[in-house]
């Protein structure tokens, strides 16, 4: 059982936080958690980068000049991917856009911008974006595990109805009414008087599973047979994580006009190409070892 007018519960861990705080305030600003945790995520990400740099004989500094670009991209790109499929809840007014302490970051957005980055800083420095993305992806994948955390603090990226194990309960006034389905409404559990949603923490579940794609590719690292590969690991490894949480997601954006999951769809694509390249990189390099022996 859960403590009486705990905001958050896991209910069947037996773990409550009385009273969930979303910000502190610094000289009267408020600064949220939400944003703290995020930079905290790239931050870890750039030192793994690094760190993976150094191992493989590279210059370190590379990363971190990269990074200046690509983190304030990637936010660009986050935020524009998710205004651009709910732009419903914007187009009234603009200036909220521009409100990122509320959430409302998209991180396929990120990714893509961040892709589109490197692309960009590889030509210029003429480095090699394969032999980059396998290092940068580390970081990558590590800030992600990190900076899920973000929406626990604001309430959000949960799925519908469960009582499993890990089943969340949150107070129901904490959470953006947009989220909250007619399944969870059908299952509002009601104790003092007080209102609870009891629901699948998807950012935990995603959280997770990326902690598990990072050890296997840490392990995997010096056993890579081209560059790229690690780069197409974690678009199969986080793609098909990503498919299967994303279906459970209450606040899915949709392909404009249809009930179709964007980035669950996009998951799949990422992941079917992945596999493709990687089977047929692998099939390349074993017949060019028979074509010499």
């Given amino acids: ?6 905001d958050i519960c896991f209910v069947h861990l037996g773990i409550a936080i009385d009273h969930l705080q979303k910000s502190i305030t ?15 995520g790239m931050l870890a990400g750039l030192f793994l980068a690094q760190s993976d740099a150094k191992r493989r004989g590279q210059d370190p500094e590379l990363y971190l000049d990269f990074a200046l670009y690509a983190i304030i991209f990637a936010i660009i790109g986050a935020r524009t991917y998710y205004v651009l499929f709910e732009w419903d809840a914007y187009k009234d007014n603009l200036l909220q ?14 990714v893509i911008a961040a892709v589109l980055t490197l692309i960009i800083f590889t030509r210029v420095r003429k480095q090699s974006f394969f032999s980059m993305a396998d290092t940068g992806v580390l970081g990558l994948v590590l800030g992600q595990i990190i900076g899920r ?12 109805y469960t009582d499993s194990l890990l089943a969340m309960r949150i107070k129901r006034a904490l959470v953006n009414p947009s989220m909250i389905s007619q399944e969870l409404l059908d299952h509002l559990i009601v104790e003092n008087g007080i209102e609870y949603i009891q629901v699948h923490p998807t950012f935990l579940y995603e959280s997770l599973w990326n902690l598990g794609l ?3 590719m840490l392990w995997y690292r010096k056993r890579k047979k081209f560059d ?13 994580g990503r498919s299967w949480i994303e279906g459970l997601r209450t606040d899915q954006l949709k392909l404009f006009g249809s009930e179709i999951a964007v980035s669950q769809c996009l ?7 992945a596999l493709s390249v990687l089977v047929w990189k692998h099939r390349t390099i074993e017949k060019d070892k028979k074509r010499r022996a």
Wanted: net charge negative; charged share 5%; with cysteine.
């Fill in 97 to 110: 856009i521009l409100n990122l302490r509320a959430g409302g970051l998209a991180i396929y957005g990120g």
């Fill in 228 to 240: 790229g590969e690690m780069f197409f690991i974690y678009l199969l490894g986080y793609g098909l």
């Fill in 267 to 273: 998951s799949l694509i990422l992941a079917i190409t």
């Fill in 26 to 40: 610094v000289f009267g600003f408020p600064i949220a958690f939400y944003g703290m945790i995020i930079g905290c």
């Fill in 149 to 160: 955390w973000g929406n626990f603090f604001n309430c959000e990226a949960f799925g519908g």
């Fill in 214 to 216: 990072l050890l296997l």
């Fill in 1 to 6: 059982m859960m403590n009486d007018g705990a």
